[in-house]
């Protein structure tokens, strides 16, 4: 690659082939360094030792706008690098993708979501949905179906208490398939849900196919809601699509209380943010389920 980058620097005429050269060089060593390292951090979590497990799930409360019950939370990964400490999923999320290992690694983040979820329950806590998110190419994987399956299984959590988020440029990389899959998901008794809904790209009429049961509003829309008439239109036009298509809408990184009366006083279902919550450790969750948060008052 960086030989490539010297050969088109050359031909550009450009002086700083050096520079290009050793910049390309470095981002190269970066990606395999972390490579390398998401190949340990897998292995890590292999063996029954949890706490030498360098991934861990955090937990995000959803919460329902009128009754403010806490009905589910999304598992959302991190990684505990060992010598760089926390790594966010937008830095090695991608890469596990390019490099496949998100395969291996999405199976983990499936069974520990299950396992805990039904560990929760065994504590004798109020029972709640469990949201994973799936990416396209663990979504494209032959035995995916079979992944959940086999996780549903291990953990004895029911099928409808488990939600895959998916996002639409992932389902329109393959129409066809998508909801072929999504059908499959749909009869095993797996909700789903579009992430991030209008980031991407689906038309209208793909989209009344889709066995979902959520939309979920994207962050961007929300950010400036208190403000931006166009996010307000886009929020207000989501909401009113979804519960034409029967749907239920969920707005995510909801941060203020004008954000969220916005969308209350807009007939929005659901939220997911900071306002209510950040992503939590299983143990910090599970008290927030044992302060009554989980019941309807
Ligand atoms: P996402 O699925 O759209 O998740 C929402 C992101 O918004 C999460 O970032 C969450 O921590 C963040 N968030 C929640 N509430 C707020 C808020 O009020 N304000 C702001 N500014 N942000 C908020 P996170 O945890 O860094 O995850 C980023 C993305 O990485 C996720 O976006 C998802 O696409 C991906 N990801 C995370 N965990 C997994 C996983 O286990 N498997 C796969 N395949 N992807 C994952
Ligand atoms: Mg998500
Ligand atoms: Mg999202
Ligand atoms: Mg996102």
């Known amino acids: 690659h960086a030989d490539v980058a010297m050969y088109r620097a050359k031909e550009l005429g450009n002086d700083n082939v050096q520079f290009y050269a050793s910049e390309m060089n470095a981002s190269i060593d970066e990606k395999l360094g972390l490579l390398e390292g998401l190949r340990a951090a897998l292995d890590s979590c292999q063996d029954d030792d949890a706490g030498a497990c360098q991934f861990e799930l955090l937990y995000q409360p959803k919460v329902d706008l009128r009754s403010g019950r806490l009905f ?38 499936l069974r520990t979501a299950c396992a805990q979820n039904v560990a929760w329950r065994a504590a004798g806590l109020p029972p709640i949905s469990m949201s994973v998110n799936v990416s396209a190419r663990q979504f494209e994987d032959k035995r995916l179906v079979e992944r959940i399956a086999d996780a549903l ?46 980031t991407g790209y689906s038309s209208l009429s793909a989209l009344k196919s889709f066995p979902i049961t959520r939309l979920k509003i994207d962050k961007s829309f929300v ?31 909801v941060e203020t209380e004008q954000q969220r009366d916005f969308l209350r006083a807009n007939d929005c279902d659901e939220m997911q943010g900071y306002l209510f919550s950040r992503p939590l450790p299983a143990q910090a969750l599970a008290r927030l389920l044992a302060d009554g948060h989980g019941v309807v008052a």
């Not at 440029?169 to 809904?197: T, W």
């Not at 886009?234 to 995510?252: C, M, N, Q, T």
Request: glycine share 10%.
């Open 72 to 109: 589910g939370v999304e598992a959302l990964i991190r990684w505990h690098h060992p010598e760089q400490g926390l790594v966010s999923p937008d830095r090695f999320i991608g890469l596990a993708e390019e490099s496949g290992l998100i395969v291996p690694i999405g199976e983990w983040v």
């Open 153 to 198: 299984g291990a953990s004895g959590l029911p099928p409808q208490d488990l939600e895959v988020e998916v996002t639409e440029s992932l389902i329109m990389r393959d129409l066809g398939r998508s909801v072929d899959k999504m059908r499959e998901l749909e009869a095993m008794g797996v909700s789903l849900s579009i992430d991030d809904f209008g």
């Open 223 to 253: 950010a400036d809601l208190a403000s931006c008439a166009d996010d307000q239109a886009i929020a207000l036009a989501v909401i009113s699509l979804g519960h034409k298509l029967d749907l239920r809408v969920i707005a995510e990184g």
